[in-house]
């Protein structure tokens, strides 16, 4: 039977190694427990002193982690350097100097725009690029679905999504998802934002700590660990947005649900229909009726 996981889902940590592992030790993950799975909702980069050593976090605990824009915009300069389109800008403006200096050990006294090919040579660019091109726009578990920014809501197939809009959107950051039945768990949109926003909307302020999800008829409580004013996890029907504004807050919202892995349970009606198809072959049909072989 497949197994029933406990996952500790995570966003937007930008650097910040230290409260990333504060959260994860409060929300109770034990990396030595098997049915324990990390999942990072992206933005693992930029801005926090210590990028590296939550990528080794991520890739030592066999995280699963779908695509960010800030993650985007690392694998922009490790690909294209200088010649990147934003690459300055995002130095300037978003925090990518941060990510630079904690991956190639640049101190503050070398680092400076007429070094940064230089940077590219101190970091182990092949490695870095072969995790970061696999990483997918979005996961699924059996009742959740896992994504960045968020999947469109108006799109009959919601897998439509484009990359851009899995990676950027805000505008629609605090509306169900009402293109599936799946819990929809996103980050990138500061959690206190998509709950003013929801607001406005008419939604309403929802605490998520009274909502529950069902799976085998059985009922569960969400669970949250890190920020617990307005920058905690906030749920809006099926959408749940939790991002904790670390850099800010200095907490990482750590969002805890039990779910099955549908890989597994894929594996599972496979393999059932394998004993009955085995078992059908035993079966043989005369003129007296169906006879056991």
């Known amino acids: 039977m497949a197994q029933l996981y406990t996952y500790f889902v995570f ?12 959260s994860l030790q409060e929300a109770g993950y034990n990396p030595d427990n098997p049915i324990h799975k990390l999942i990072s909702l992206g933005d693992n980069f930029d801005r926090g002193a210590n990028s590296k050593k939550v990528w080794n976090y991520l890739r030592n605990h066999n995280a699963i982690c779908v695509k960010g824009n800030h993650d985007l915009m690392f694998q922009e300069y490790l690909e294209k350097g200088m010649d990147g389109e934003f690459v300055l800008f995002n130095i300037l403006h978003n925090g990518l100097g941060a990510t630079i200096r904690s991956f190639s050990g640049m101190d503050m006294d070398t680092f400076k ?3 940064l090919e230089q940077a590219r040579t ?14 997918p726009l979005y996961y ?7 994504c960045h920014a968020g999947i469109n809501p108006i799109l009959d197939d919601w897998r439509a999504t484009d990359e851009h809009y899995m990676l950027w959107d805000i505008e629609d950051s605090h509306k169900p998802c009402n293109n599936t039945i799946k ?18 909307a008419g939604y309403g302020d ?9 799976i085998d008829d059985r009922s569960y409580k969400y669970k949250y660990f890190g920020n617990q004013d307005e ?8 959408k749940i947005a939790i991002d904790g504004c670390t850099n800010y807050t200095g907490k990482v919202n750590v969002l805890v ?14 393999k059932v229909n394998e004993i009955i198809k085995e078992e059908n072959s035993k079966i043989s049909v005369n003129q007296d009726g169906i006879t056991a072989t």
């Open 11 to 22: 966003s937007d940590v930008h650097g910040e190694y230290d409260a990333l592992i504060q």
């Open 113 to 115: 725009v007429s070094s």
């Open 122 to 135: 101190y970091i182990n660019r092949e490695a870095i690029l072969n995790w970061m091109r696999r990483l």
């Open 140 to 146: 699924e578990t059996e009742h959740f679905i896992f």
């Open 183 to 200: 819990n929809v768990v996103i980050g990138h949109h500061h959690a206190f934002r998509v709950r003013e926003n929801a607001i406005k």
């Open 206 to 214: 929802v605490d998520i700590q009274t909502c529950r999800y069902t």
């Open 231 to 238: 920058h905690k996890p906030f749920i809006c029907q099926n």
């Open 257 to 270: 649900i039990q779910d099955y892995d549908p890989a597994e349970l894929k594996a599972d009606v496979e």
